[in-house]
């Protein structure tokens, strides 16, 4: 049985972990990257070339970008994907998967610009770890057939599918809401250790204690232990957040709705870039915080 080919655009954190399980997993996989060096590696593991000409050959193309601009460059904006992108070059039954985080209203004009059977509308939930072991969240919502088309490759990346509805735009709008909650959640575990730090705590100690009280979260027992080792190497960085949250703040706007804590929360991410850590790991909004009480966390120098 020949193996589906899958074409993977974006190797960075989250989607080199997704290309390698695919890998795994079976399928034939061509990795792409604006980095010719991960290409290169990928290339070597996987046994297949970063050619653009396997995008007309792949059944599945994942796009694991950064962004909407990204996203929309990837699909129709020319360059190394010829001049009307990735879309030009599809078989008729091939499914792009996008996984980036994005509004509704952008993943409802992708699926009507490529097809809606084409088309899943699928960001993806579980940081890089997750990704590398097949463990992401999916969150989709596409046609049947976009779902049928797609769904081999996804359940090898993913231990949680979401159907959340057979029209793309569903699924990008539960992502902005995980996204409004994982960057409060972030933001409020920089601000209860360094708070506990002000009154004598150490934040190993927080970590332990609240991890079975009421006040415990996934992102405070995820990022908390960043924050007690004074390790901010970026699983996933404060920009990210800078985006996600700026993208929640521009949704609710448009919708009228008032979100002051998720406000609140971006103002802590833009004050951590604003500072030159728009790279460390999102954990590093500590940095702010610490900064403006006159605590050093741990691995701090200053």
């Not at 970008?65 to 996203?71: E, L, P, S």
């Not at 904006?77 to 091939?94: C, Q, S």
Request: net charge negative; proline share 4%; with cysteine.
């Amino acid at each position: 049985m020949t193996k589906k080919r899958v074409a993977l655009i974006g190797l960075g954190s989250m989607g080199g972990g997704m290309a390698r399980v695919l890998v795994k997993a079976g399928f034939a996989v061509n990795g792409f990257d604006v980095d010719p060096a991960r290409e290169a590696e990928f290339a070597k593991e996987s046994g297949e070339p970063a050619d653009p000409a396997a995008i007309g050959e792949a059944d599945i193309v994942v796009v694991v970008v950064v962004n909407a601009a990204q996203t929309e460059d990837v699909l129709f904006g020319g360059g190394r994907f010829g001049e009307t992108g990735i879309v030009g070059a599809l078989k008729a039954d091939a499914v792009v998967v996008s996984c980036a985080t994005v509004s509704p209203d952008f993943a409802r004009a992708m699926a009507e610009r490529v097809g809606a059977d084409r088309y899943l509308d699928a960001p993806i939930s579980g940081g890089s770890v997750r990704a590398a072991s097949g463990e992401l969240s999916v969150l989709a919502s596409g046609t049947p057939e976009a779902f049928r088309r797609a769904d081999p490759a996804i359940e090898a990346m993913s231990a949680n599918l979401f159907r959340l509805g057979d029209a793309a735009g569903i699924g990008s709008a539960m992502k902005v809401v995980n996204q409004l909650l994982a960057g409060v959640h972030i933001a409020a575990a920089a601000e209860a250790i360094t708070f506990g730090m002000s009154q004598g705590l150490e934040p190993g100690q927080i970590v332990s204690v609240i991890n079975d009280c009421a006040g415990n979260s996934w992102m405070l027992q995820n990022r908390g232990p960043h924050i007690r080792d004074g390790d901010y190497t970026p699983h996933s960085a404060v920009d990210i957040f800078v985006k996600d949250l700026g993208l929640v703040e521009d949704i609710a706007r448009d919708a009228r709705f008032a979100a002051p804590i998720a406000g609140a929360a971006l103002q802590q991410f833009l004050a951590a870039s604003g500072s030159g850590l728009g790279r460390e790991d999102d954990a590093a909004v500590a940095k702010v915080y610490a900064r403006n009480a006159g605590l050093t966390l741990p691995g701090d120098d200053a």
